[in-house]
């Protein structure tokens, strides 16, 4: 596996990471009712070898930080795990008491990959996702991963101890 260097999103890595997010289909996310623009956020970007490995896009909430995207570039090579491991050390340095996200019902391989690195369920908004597509966002496909229709949100999270 390559090491990765996860650091902040500066404005020259902005257009890249505004075109990794917008091929991927994560430059705008439906989630909590609402549809927010993850390039307009606050990112990490993990690199090997200099060049881009994965994003993760960040909101603060308070005393939280949510991980409003996570996508490597190729998946099980370890980029997602750094930019994860990234986003709790910045959520710790801010005295944060809890990282967040959502992701849908069908997207189990994420579920595998946030409980195995310590987060646990917090919540399930079911519908969510079925109105989502009714009212912010039409192109969220029907279907899903492994033929999971998508219709729930999922909420996970990681409860931070202290510094």
Not at 7 to 30: C, I, K, N
Not at 106 to 119: I, K
């Amino acid at each position: 596996m390559p090491a990765f260097v996860v650091r902040p999103v500066t404005p020259a890595d902005r257009a890249r990471v505004d075109a990794f997010l917008t091929a991927g289909w994560s430059d705008f996310v439906a989630r909590r009712g609402e549809l927010v623009d993850a390039r307009r956020e606050e990112a990490l970007i993990a690199e090997a070898h200099g060049a881009m490995a994965g994003v993760a896009s960040l909101v603060q909430h308070g005393d939280e930080l949510e991980v409003l995207t996570l996508n490597a570039v190729e998946r099980w090579q370890g980029a997602g795990t750094a930019l994860l491991s990234a986003a709790i050390e910045v959520a710790r340095s801010r005295g944060c008491r809890r990282v967040w996200l959502i992701t849908t019902n069908d997207n189990v391989d994420a579920l595998r990959f946030y409980q195995r690195r310590g987060l646990r369920l917090a919540g399930i908004d079911t519908g969510a996702v079925d109105w989502s597509r009714l009212t912010l966002k039409p192109g969220i496909p029907d279907i899903g991963l492994h033929g999971i229709p998508i219709r729930d949100e999922l909420e996970l999270e990681l409860i931070l101890e202290g510094p």
